[in-house]
């Protein structure tokens, strides 16, 4: 089983900053993906971010040049950085992680969101 827990999130006026992390622990051989998510109220969840084993990125258009993700392979740990904050980021951010377990069996996992809000 794979556990994804993150941190990171709280409140922070527009123009500010946060940092959201994602460690990934459990029965994992190889993570071939993790990603960032959100879901803002009254909205489907979209993909903010993505990074796969070979550090391709992938980032949705409005985060482009604000936010960064990135990776400790060692930690299984993702990150994601994020700069002038704006109200329309306002979302739960959910981590993800597809991957291998060490019974050679693939999964898909997920966190349980952290809350961003951002202030104007």
């Known amino acids: 089983q794979v556990q994804l827990v993150e941190s990171g999130g709280g409140l922070v006026q527009a123009g500010g900053s946060l940092r959201l992390s994602c460690a990934a622990s459990g029965s994992i051989e190889r993570i071939n993906a993790m990603g960032w998510y959100r879901q803002a109220p009254g909205k489907q969840r979209e993909l903010v971010a993505a990074l796969t084993s070979g550090d391709s990125t992938k980032h949705v258009d409005s985060a482009k040049g604000r936010f960064t993700i990135s990776r400790d392979n060692a930690k299984n740990t993702v990150y994601l950085q994020m700069n002038n904050l704006e109200p329309g980021d306002t979302a739960v951010y959910y981590c993800?992680?597809?991957?291998?377990?060490?019974?050679?069996?693939?999964?898909?996992?997920w966190g349980h969101g952290t809350q961003v809000t951002v202030s104007s």
């Open positions: 993800s992680a597809m991957g291998i377990t060490t019974r050679l069996k693939s999964f898909e996992a």
